[in-house]
Structure formats: C-alpha cells, structure tokens
C-alpha cells in the first residue's frame, strides 16, 4: 500500500500553517501596536498579554470540540459513512454557542477576582478588565469559527480556514493602525480599548467567510433536529478529556503569567512577547499536525496502519526542518526582534536573556506537536489528557517551583516549559510506536 505522498500532506499541512498562524499573528499585531503606544506602554502591554493569555487558554479549552467534530467527520469519511454524521454537526454548533454565551457571562461577571489572580493590580488590572471585556464579546464568534473550521478539516480541507484567516488578519492590522492610534480628523485614538475592538470585528469577519464555506461546499446545514444523534454523546465526551487536557495545559500558561506579574512590569511585558512568539511557533510547526490529524482520522477509518505509521514519520520530519528553520532565523535577527515589540531598554534586556531557550526548545515543540495532532485524529483523548496532566502536575509545576527557589525568575519558567514539552513528545512516541509500528 502506498503512502500518503508529500504532496497530499502539503495540500493540507502549508493552508493549516497559514491559517494557524493568523490567529497568534493577530495577538502579536496587538502586542507589537500597543507595546509602542505612548501612552503607559508597559503597562497596556502587560494589561494585553494577561487578557489575551487568558481568552487564549478560554478559546483553547472550549474549542476542543473542533477537534472532536475534526475526528468524527475524518473517521467517517475514510469508512464512507458521511451520512452518519448529517445531523450531529448543526447540534454540535448550537452546544458550542450556548457554551460560549455562558462562559462570557461568568468570565466578565468575576474579571477582578481572574486577573487577581494573575498577580494584576494598578493601572495594570484596569486596563486588563477593559481589554478583556470588549475582547470576550468576539468569543463567540471564534468558537463557532472554529467548529466549521473543524467540520473543514475532517472533510481534508484546510484551504477554507486559510482564507478566512488570512482575510480575518488582515481586516485586524488595518483596524488595529486605525483604531488604536486614530485617524486625524475621523477617529479619535483609543489605544488598548481600539485594539481589542479591532480584534472582535475581525472575528465577526471570518465567521462570515466560514459561514458562507460551509453553506456552499458541505454536506452539512444548519437545521437542529430534535432527535439527538447519537454520535453527540461520544463526540462531548472526546471533547470533555479534550476540555481537561488543554485545561491542565492552560493551567501552565496561568502559572507562567501569575509568576511572571509578581517578579515586576518589565518581566511580565517580557513574558508577554516572549509567550505570543512560542505561540506564534506552535501555531507554524502545529500546521503538520493539523494535516496528521485529519489524515490520521480517514486511515484509522479505512484500517490503513501501515500508512500511518509512515504518515508519523514523514510529518515529524517536515515540522523539525520548519523548527530549524525559524530558530535560525530567529538567531540570526535575535536582537532585533524585540525592538519589533517594545522599546523599553529593560524589557528588551530580559526578553534577551531568555529568548534562547524559546528557540532551542522548538525541535521537541514540533515532535510533541505532531503526535499531539495524530492521536486527536485517532481520536485517543484519554491518553492525550493524562500525558498533558503528567507533564503539567509532574513535570511543569516542580520545575518551576525549583528553579524560582534558585531566583532564576523567567528563566525558570522557560527551563520548565522545555521539560514539559520533553515529557509530551517521549510519552506520545513511544506509545504511538508500540500500538502501531507492526500493526
């Protein structure tokens, strides 16, 4: 049998790399404007990295049905079954709305009490709330965008998302140029406030390019039958490990953040950028996994082993060549890169001095990515989140709390940060080769 070609796996992983990384590229557009603002850079670029980190690790734990509609419809298509799954994908939506309504709600009702939590306080902790609340009136319409884009990629299509993303990114760096620093005798300037606005309206323009995908090129609508399919409890349930793993995931990233505010301003504006780049990265290298996973999905359906074994192969190979790459484009431009996001000498000063082991971890980023995407494609959500809990409660959290003991601040937060991504990557290979090697 032969294997999925190069080509094949291009068709969907270069469109998923584009679109992946218009999500983290409209977070960095925020960072890089705001972080040069004049009025209180610092503080509103503290204010944006702890907002957006927040809704980040919100958009990342609710979406995870995306991932389990991606499965179903994949598993489906490769068994030639697509009728199965008519009905379940319109209930799917209407969860996911219903949800992200109730998450908006409770998240703006308690914002003093979450960003407290991170540590924010001052001038830092208004300007966080602001931000957040304009920015989590567009959480619904990321999620729904999220579950065509889903619905997409079970169907092999990446291209779709890639547009709308593409389309979604470029409405935002123009709204963010006008909004935040004004245009002179039409809009006033509204700094942090226009960037979050500029984010939600290039949201509300994505869900309508995917609305419109889905209505003219699916087998899908968007009718709610009062029967429940049956496939919805199974596909909640893949999501609600899902749910729990990217939780235990995001739960990291709070940690991070909340250690990085209490060392000082400089060190949580620091970690801001430093974080929306690892993202952006993942984002990159995670376009290979997006292809694993719909792939994965449609050979686990046709019973096609062997191909997927030489699938995993192939794609780790291409994501660690792409973690080569930007590493060395990143250190041949290492110092200019922060100028592209602040200019205060003693922010700039300890993203430096950390940067490195950003860019050192990417080649273990691109292994853990590209299992992380097969086994989501399979649809082993179990596994994926007990590996994501070891590593976090095992692996992330004793790291941490050891090298802060030794006053290495940021430092200690990107040594456990490499650790936890060591963790993911051996777990899922050696798991993956032992279930399917000689399958």
Known sequence: MPKVSFKEINQLAIPAIIAGIAEPLISLTDIAIIGNVTENPVEALAAAGIAGSFLSALIWILAQTKTAISSMVSQHLGANRIHAVKTLIPQAFAFNLLLSLLIFGITTFFAQAIFT???ANGLILTYT???????AMGLPFTLLTFSMFGVFRGLQNTLWAMQCSLIGAVVNVVLDFALVYGIEGFIEPLHLKGAAIASVMAQLVMLSIATYFYIKRTPFGFKIRKKINPKLKPMLLMAANFFLRTAALNFAIYLA???????????????SILMNI????????????????????????????QKLWLLSKDISKYAIIIAFILMAICFTFYEQIGLIFNKETQVLAVFSSVFWIVLLMQPINA???????????????????????????????????????????????????????LIRSLALVIKFRRKYLNK
């Open 278 to 305: 690892w993202l952006f990265f993942s984002f990159f290298i995670d376009g290979y996994a997006n292809a694993g996973n719909a792939i994965s999905g449609k050979l686990l359906g046709q019973k096609a082993y």
């Open 129 to 135: 709330k602001d931000y957040y609340f304009i920015r």
């Open 367 to 421: 292994i853990a990515f590209m299992f992380d995407g097969i086994f989501k494609g399979l649809g082993e959500a179990k596994y994926l989140r007990n590996v994501l809990m070891v590593a976090t409660f095992l692996g992330f959290w004793p790291t941490l709390l050891l090298f802060d003991k030794l006053g290495l601040q940021l430092h200690a937060i990107w040594i456990a940060f490499t650790v936890w991504m």
């Open 257 to 271: 953040n909340a250690y990085a505010t209490d060392y000082g301003k400089n060190y949580i504006a620091a970690q």
């Open 117 to 119: 939590a991170y540590n």
